[in-house]
């Protein structure tokens, strides 16, 4: 990763209600130059509407959504010259071949690699005379990857990129294409259900639900700063006081685990000098259990 | 543009073939009926302006489906979501459709009228007057047009978007005759050339509003 401070992807105070339904909820975020930002989330969770809304192909109830300096609203056409995307499912024109299809959308970006294309055509084994209605689930994705990537986008959006890739195409893509796409000067925000690939690729996380941002922060710094307490109540009374930062906690008789944002050893001893505990330790947490830890917190609250 | 234009061309190809059909076979078989007749009384001019009328008459039904299909066809399978996030303007993807669908309409409107105004009083034997007629299917081609294409920029269904367009012009008719009954306004007299009015007024309105919804649109 090489940041650089201007913020390329920015979102401020968006908001997006359907019906009495609030999907996102004055959402702010900023993916600066570089950086490769993972969008999580449950399902229903408003990830797919934040990056439609990012497209310009839902229009929010309030905020604003800036790309590489402009309002998304203002010049749609200037941003997606400028922006690949690969969306959750693929609507590519099913009586198109292949080749059609990459001629048509050549046709709308300057900056469309011929050689590029052709490379990731050999690469993904397509046949361009292959129609697309004859493509399996798979090789539609491919091809929605191969348009999204060859007019080499300052941007890219990707919602759930890898569904229907087989292990071995999933993970050519993510070493092999989007590793090589992270040079530094371009900007990756993809939402995924898939967190092994995002803790390959992504510098920086944010955690939604129920259109509420919970989580902003660097990959890193989340791994190190959240933690699981986990004590042996000395008796099965519940206990009295949680820490500062508890994300969820659960009792299971004696045992208590409690997990926490912005871990330090201060509240190990809080917890131990405000409760009566027998022992206590502190337990690392991998990606996906801080993911999961978010949604049951949330949804306990709720 | 111009791969919008080919796209657009390829999406309606059945259509433009159908169309293309619909111009010409009333020509055909008025031809091959006529045959035999014609060759003893001699009556070409009478039966081109009555095929020209009836191609009028039958190309209704394209110019609906040609702009009820517009929109809606990429709606259905929802290409219009894959379009949506390309880059052309959507006063682009609205320029190419309206090319295609206007061109189409405007060629077999031409066609006919050459034929029926042109090509029968040419060929010099008794033919019926095509004034008439012509203010009142105009008008009506004109509307259903529009009325599909408004639809199609809202609608999903391409068949709910072909009923608006056809049930339109039956609409505004079924108005001006409840005017006339109720309030005796137009008069008998000038019921046709209001509804020839309030055809033209109600197409032209019509698309222009729909138009510029549908740029404004941010979904696709």
Same mark, same amino acid.
């Given at each position: 990763?090489?940041?650089?401070?201007?913020? #390329?992807? %920015?979102?401020?105070?968006?908001?997006?209600?359907?019906?009495?339904? =609030?999907?996102? &909820?004055?959402? *702010?975020?900023?993916?600066?130059?570089?950086?490769?930002?993972?969008?999580?989330?449950?399902?229903?969770?408003?990830?797919?509407?934040?990056?439609?809304?990012?497209?310009?192909?839902?229009?929010?109830?309030?905020?604003?959504?800036?790309?590489?300096?402009?309002?998304?609203?203002?010049?749609?056409?200037?941003?997606?010259?400028?922006?690949?995307? #690969?969306? %959750?499912?693929?609507?590519?024109?099913?009586?198109?071949?292949?080749? =059609?299809?990459? &001629?048509?959308? *050549?046709?709308?970006?300057?900056?469309?690699?011929a050689t590029l294309c052709q490379e990731l055509v050999r690469r993904f084994e397509l046949d361009p005379r292959k129609k697309v209605r004859h493509l399996s689930k798979g090789m539609t994705v491919k091809l929605g990857l191969l348009l999204a990537i060859a007019h080499e986008p300052e941007v890219l959006i990707l919602d759930e990129p890898t569904s229907g890739l087989d292990p071995l195409m999933r993970e050519d893509f993510v070493d092999g294409i989007l590793r090589n796409m992270c040079d530094g000067r371009r900007s990756i925000l993809f939402a995924s259900h898939t967190l092994q690939d995002v803790q390959r690729l992504a510098d920086r996380v944010g955690i939604l639900v129920d259109g509420e941002l919970l989580v902003d922060r660097p990959i890193d710094e989340l791994l190190r700063t959240t933690k699981t307490i986990r004590a042996v109540l000395t008796d099965e009374k519940s206990p009295r006081r949680t820490p500062h930062g508890a994300i969820v906690e659960s009792v299971d008789r004696r045992e208590w685990s409690v997990t926490v944002s912005d871990f330090s050893a201060g509240q190990v001893e809080q917890v131990r000098s405000q409760n009566r505990v027998e022992s206590i330790d502190a337990v690392n947490m991998n990606l996906e259990e801080i993911f999961k830890a978010y949604v049951r917190g949330r949804r306990n609250v709720a | 543009m111009r791969a919008l234009l080919w796209k657009d061309y390829r999406m309606n190809r059945a259509l433009l073939i159908v169309s293309a059909f619909v111009l010409v076979s009333p020509y055909a078989i008025g031809f091959a009926v006529q045959?035999?007749?014609?060759?003893?009384?001699?009556?070409?001019?009478?039966?081109?302006?009555?095929?020209?009328?009836?191609?009028?008459?039958?190309?209704?039904?394209?110019?609906?489906?040609?702009?009820?299909?517009?929109?809606?066809?990429?709606?259905?399978?929802?290409?219009?979501?894959?379009?949506?996030?390309?880059?052309?303007?959507?006063?682009?993807?609205?320029?190419?459709?309206?090319?295609?669908?206007?061109?189409?309409?405007?060629?077999?409107?031409?066609?006919?009228?050459?034929?029926?105004?042109?090509?029968?009083?040419?060929?010099?034997?008794?033919?019926?007057?095509?004034?008439?007629?012509?203010?009142?299917?105009?008008?009506?081609?004109?509307?259903?047009?529009?009325?599909?294409?408004?639809?199609?920029?809202?609608?999903?269904?391409?068949?709910?978007?072909?009923?608006?367009?056809?049930?339109?012009?039956?609409?505004?008719?079924?108005?001006?005759?409840?005017?006339?009954?109720?309030?005796?306004?137009?008069?008998?007299?000038?019921?046709?050339?209001?509804?020839?009015?309030?055809?033209?007024?109600?197409?032209?309105?019509?698309?222009?509003?729909?138009?510029?919804?549908?740029?404004?649109?941010?979904e696709p």
């Open positions: 990763m090489n940041e650089s401070n201007e913020a #390329v992807i %920015e979102f401020l105070g968006v908001r997006k209600r359907f019906g009495t339904q =609030e999907a996102v &909820r004055e959402l *702010s975020l900023r993916i600066p130059r570089g950086c490769v930002y993972a969008l999580l989330g449950p399902n229903g969770a408003g990830k797919s509407t934040t990056i439609k809304m990012a497209m310009g192909s839902l229009r929010r109830d309030a905020g604003s959504i800036r790309i590489l300096g402009r309002e998304v609203c203002d010049d749609p056409s200037w941003v997606k010259q400028r922006v690949g995307f #690969v969306g %959750e499912l693929q609507f590519i024109y099913r009586w198109m071949r292949i080749a =059609e299809v990459i &001629r048509f959308c *050549s046709s709308f970006y300057p900056t469309w690699n | 045959y035999r007749n014609a060759q003893s009384t001699g009556m070409w001019g009478g039966m081109v302006a009555a095929m020209a009328l009836a191609a009028m008459a039958t190309s209704l039904l394209t110019i609906s489906l040609l702009a009820a299909n517009a929109f809606t066809q990429e709606r259905t399978d929802r290409s219009a979501e894959f379009l949506a996030c390309l880059p052309p303007s959507r006063l682009c993807i609205l320029l190419s459709k309206f090319a295609l669908a206007f061109s189409v309409s405007l060629v077999m409107w031409v066609v006919n009228l050459v034929m029926g105004l042109v090509v029968a009083p040419a060929l010099g034997d008794f033919q019926p007057s095509l004034a008439d007629p012509v203010s009142f299917l105009l008008p009506t081609s004109a509307l259903v047009f529009a009325a599909g294409w408004g639809a199609s920029t809202v609608m999903t269904s391409p068949v709910g978007a072909w009923g608006v367009a056809t049930a339109t012009p039956l609409v505004l008719g079924g108005i001006l005759y409840a005017s006339w009954y109720y309030f005796g306004v137009p008069s008998e007299g000038e019921f046709g050339s209001a509804y020839s009015v309030a055809a033209v007024v109600v197409a032209v309105v019509g698309f222009a509003v729909s138009s510029v919804l549908y740029v404004r649109r941010v």
